[in-house]
């Protein structure tokens, strides 16, 4: 079975939950986390270390539309400079509260793609703070998300708890060679996101040390462009689907031949 996160806030829920869990994790022949990063952070999976082991997410870059000249260049007529992209559902755990704060005030743009349940409250938010370099424009086709990916300056992830488990758009990002901003929360995100390599990892929830990130970037785009470079190679050779689907091979064959978890 694959275990994607932990119970996080419902804590009730987690006491009912657990004794059903507990006896279903028992008996599954092997554990799979979408990263080696979160296996130390989760209490519950340190109780299975010996049938526990990661096996990543990979993405085909060739199943991704490729935006029409039209599209793209409706997108740079809308936002004529660099801008810092989030994409994603905008749920509580996702810490847009903190970008918010983070770039107010600032001269850097943000652009917010998605939709969710924490919408109204971030775009009162930003009514609040009178940000107009915030853009939210809700959920888009696909064609528009991989003509704004390609566009922006870098992709920023500001998620602060563990139920984000591990954060796809910052595989896209890597993808299209963006460099990123992430926070480290113990998830898979410093495993795509390697700090100071891929781009920047900052505390959870500090917005000063965000805006600092954010800066720095921002002020250095041979840094950017060499972070985001870097996290493409690396994007290429580790995160793609081709090694995802490797690996479920071997791993399936190892459990119906009985073989043990390699140490």
Not at 98 to 111: G, K, Q, R
């Given at each position: 079975?694959?275990?994607h996160?932990?119970?996080?806030?419902?804590?009730?829920?987690?006491?009912?939950?657990?004794?059903?869990?507990h006896?279903?994790?028992?008996?599954?022949?092997?554990?799979v986390?979408?990263?080696?990063?979160?296996?130390?952070?989760?209490?519950?999976?340190?109780?299975?270390?010996?049938?526990?082991?990661?096996?990543?997410?990979?993405?085909?870059?060739?199943?991704?539309?490729?935006?029409?000249?039209?599209?793209?260049?409706k997108?740079?007529?809308?936002?004529?400079?660099?801008?810092?992209l989030?994409?994603?559902?905008?749920?509580?755990?996702?810490?847009?509260?903190i970008?918010?704060?983070?770039?107010?005030?600032?001269?850097?743009?943000?652009?917010?793609?998605?939709?969710?349940?924490?919408?109204?409250?971030?775009?009162?938010?930003?009514?609040?703070?009178?940000?107009?370099?915030?853009?939210?424009?809700?959920?888009?086709?696909?064609a528009?998300?991989?003509?704004?990916?390609?566009?922006?300056y870098?992709?920023?992830?500001?998620?602060?708890?563990?139920?984000?488990?591990f954060?796809?758009?910052?595989?896209?990002a890597?993808?299209?060679?963006k460099?990123?901003?992430?926070?480290?929360?113990?998830?898979?995100?410093?495993?795509?996101?390697?700090?100071?390599?891929?781009?920047?990892?900052?505390?959870?929830?500090?917005?000063?040390?965000?805006?600092?990130?954010?800066?720095?970037?921002?002020?250095?785009?041979?840094?950017?462009?060499?972070?985001?470079?870097f996290?493409?190679?690396?994007?290429?050779?580790?995160?793609?689907?081709?090694?995802?689907?490797?690996?479920?091979?071997?791993?399936?064959?190892?459990?119906?031949?009985?073989?043990?978890?390699?140490?």
């Amino acid at each position: 079975m694959t275990y994607h996160s932990d119970i996080v806030r419902k804590k009730f829920l987690d006491k009912v939950y657990q004794p059903l869990r507990h006896w279903f994790l028992n008996d599954v022949e092997r554990i799979v986390v979408t990263t080696p990063n979160y296996l130390p952070g989760s209490p519950l999976l340190n109780q299975f270390p010996d049938k526990t082991e990661a096996v990543t997410y990979g993405l085909d870059k060739d199943i991704y539309p490729q935006p029409a000249s039209e599209l793209l260049a409706k997108w740079r007529e809308r936002f004529t400079g660099r801008f810092f992209l989030f994409v994603g559902v905008l749920r509580y755990y996702k810490g847009l509260h903190i970008l918010l704060e983070a770039v107010a005030d600032t001269d850097m743009s943000v652009v917010i793609v998605g939709d969710g349940p924490e919408a109204a409250a971030l775009k009162q938010q930003a009514s609040d703070l009178q940000m107009g370099n915030v853009h939210f424009l809700g959920a888009l086709p696909e064609a528009d998300k991989v003509a704004l990916l390609s566009l922006c300056y870098g992709v920023v992830f500001p998620s602060h708890l563990r139920s984000e488990a591990f954060g796809i758009s910052l595989l896209e990002a890597a993808m299209y060679a963006k460099p990123m901003i992430s926070s480290e929360i113990e998830i898979g995100s410093t495993y795509v996101n390697i700090a100071d390599e891929t781009g920047l990892v900052v505390p959870p929830e500090d917005v000063f040390a965000l805006r600092a990130a954010m800066n720095r970037l921002w002020d250095k785009p041979g840094l950017a462009a060499q972070m985001g470079n870097f996290a493409q190679k690396r994007c290429q050779t580790i995160f793609t689907a081709e090694m995802m689907a490797k690996n479920y091979v071997r791993l399936y064959v190892d459990v119906i031949s009985g073989n043990t978890k390699e140490p």
